[in-house]
């Protein structure tokens, strides 16, 4: 033990926190030996159990799967409303964030976004964002 404060190690195993700062810059996601994608913190292929799950590079825009206009929400996002959240389809992965700079009415299935991050909230915690693209 080596005391006084020198501070708690954060866990660095893949976190969905490591896996958002990433998607600022791009973002990846796993991939298992069958080409199943997944996200972080996954550290198992949900289809089939496969545990070495190799980082792949995101796509760089992915297309609207399902999209939902919010307009009651948690008390740090209230100011916020009404707001779009989508699920958007990269291909081996579905990422769900907010879609910023289009209304609802504007809004398809099938349009093309790219990922961002946005801090957000009190704190600041990244939140996963997708804007027209
Ligand atoms: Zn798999």
Known sequence: MTGEGEGEETPRNGSYEEWVDALAEG???????D??????????CPECGYTDLAE???PGTGTVA???E?????????DETPY??????????RLT????DVS??????GDSVAPDVEPDGPDGRPLVVFRPA
């Open 27 to 33: 973002g990846f996601y796993l991939e298992c030996g």
């Open 35 to 44: 080409g199943h994608g997944s996200l972080p913190p996954r550290r198992v």
């Open 56 to 58: 792949r590079a995101l």
């Open 66 to 68: 399902t999209f939902s």
């Open 70 to 78: 919010v307009h009651v929400a948690a008390p740090a996002f209230a």
């Open 84 to 93: 779009v959240t989508a699920v958007v389809d990269f291909g081996p992965v």
């Open 97 to 100: 964030g907010v879609l910023r």
């Open 104 to 109: 609802a009415d504007e809004v398809a299935i």
